[in-house]
């Protein structure tokens, strides 16, 4: 089980103070949340891609290496990475640069984001949203899996003998991760490539959230990637934790009042009732998130939103801290009663072991190009 944190990159101001964090402040706090998050034994740290105010994160990738520069056992990842409006051709280059970078220690979260203007922004309509998510993702795939990809299709311009540079790292590409909060359609996505299903549960009930990975589930068995139990499911969360439960819920009133991913709406008590916002003792989120197995059955990733809503970095450290406390019983309590047969979430070097079985682990060769037609002098 992978236990980790992300970030929507949001600044906004702390409601207990005024202060109104700047972008700077904001970016380098990522970095000091990252090595936090490896300092206190978490799995993976994942940041979300905006290019609107309030949020700061517009390139992940220079973040994330940044980041790889800096720690050493840190699984890096995004929240999300949008498909429909990057060219697949950057993701591709994008993040197998920065595989060779951090040593293998990339996945990445493909989604179409929750952002409507950001389509024209990028040239593209909002209602090809999903047409967009599922062209782009197929493009993807062959540029990291073919040396050379003739292409055509309704929403970029042709490809005649690309290769992206670099080549993903090993021969392997990143896992990818389709991260969807009420589309069907990704979950059927992920389901047929058999890549990872992350349901960023923030918002909704967990029935709802139990029906989306259940379609994923049987969809993912359908196309003959395994039982649907062994399905690769990764769930958000978030909590707000003090040693004493009414001393968090004090704490965090107001900044869940003010929270640009759900603030002025339910009260509080509402929200954490239906969602699986938890604001209370370290013994009640670890309980609050053990049970999830029930609804969803086994899965491979727990990530929980950890700064935002103007919550002060002094703050939000200290709230890694108690994630490090509970986490040896939360890593127990996940694992009781895990069928053998339910596998772990994919890393670089599982993925590197599974190709090199299957016997299609390849080796990439450069060949040398004329630096004006890009030809090989080899071509007739």
């Known amino acids: ?32 949340i990252a090595k936090k998050a490896e300092e206190v034994g978490l799995d993976f740290y994942a940041i979300g891609e905006h290019h609107n105010e309030p949020f700061f994160s517009s390139s992940p990738t220079t973040t994330l290496g940044y980041i790889a520069a800096q720690t050493d056992t840190l699984l890096l990842s995004t929240a999300t990475t949008l498909i429909t409006t990057n060219d697949p051709v950057k993701i591709a280059e994008d993040f197998a640069m920065l595989q060779h970078l951090a040593d293998g220690r990339v996945d990445i979260m493909l989604g179409r984001g929750n952002t409507g203007p950001v389509y024209p922004w990028f040239g593209k309509d909002i209602r090809a949203g999903v047409a967009l998510a599922v062209e782009n993702y197929a493009l993807l795939r062959r540029l990291w ?11 970029r311009t042709p490809l005649q003998g690309f290769t992206s540079t670099p080549r993903p790292l090993d021969g392997v590409a990143p896992f990818v991760w389709h991260g969807s909060i009420r589309t069907p359609e990704i979950a059927e996505q992920a389901a047929y490539y058999g890549d990872g299903f992350f349901h960023n549960n923030i918002f909704w009930n967990i029935e709802h959230t139990a029906q989306m990975v259940n379609l994923y589930r049987r969809r ?13 499911v990764g769930l958000g969360g978030q909590f707000f934790m003090r040693k004493n439960s009414q001393d968090a819920v004090n704490e965090f009133r107001p900044y869940f009042d003010v929270a640009p991913v759900y603030g002025h709406g339910p009260s509080m008590e509402d929200f954490t009732e239906v969602t699986p916002l938890t604001v209370g003792s370290p013994q009640q989120v670890l309980e609050r998130y053990l049970g ?48 053998a047969h339910i596998p772990e979430a994919p890393t670089h070097a599982t993925l590197v072991e599974k190709a090199r079985a299957a016997g299609t682990l390849t080796e990439h060769s450069t060949v040398g190009v004329d630096d004006v037609t890009g030809q090989s002098p080899y071509e007739n």
């Open 292 to 339: 999830m197995v029930e609804h969803v059955g086994h899965y491979q990733r727990q990530g929980f939103l950890i700064d935002h809503a103007g919550l002060p970095l002094k703050t939000v450290l200290e709230q890694l801290d108690l994630l490090g406390e509970i986490l040896p019983e939360m890593r127990k309590g996940y694992a009781e009663g895990r069928p």
């Open 145 to 155: 899996t073919e040396d050379v990809v003739d292409w055509q299709g309704k929403y």
């Open 220 to 232: 993912y068995e359908h196309y003959g990637h395994g039982q649907a139990d062994q399905a690769i």
């Open 1 to 32: 089980m992978q236990v980790g944190v992300f970030s929507v990159s949001d600044i906004t101001t702390d409601p207990t103070t005024g202060h109104t964090p700047s972008e700077h402040e904001r970016i380098k706090a990522s970095v000091a």
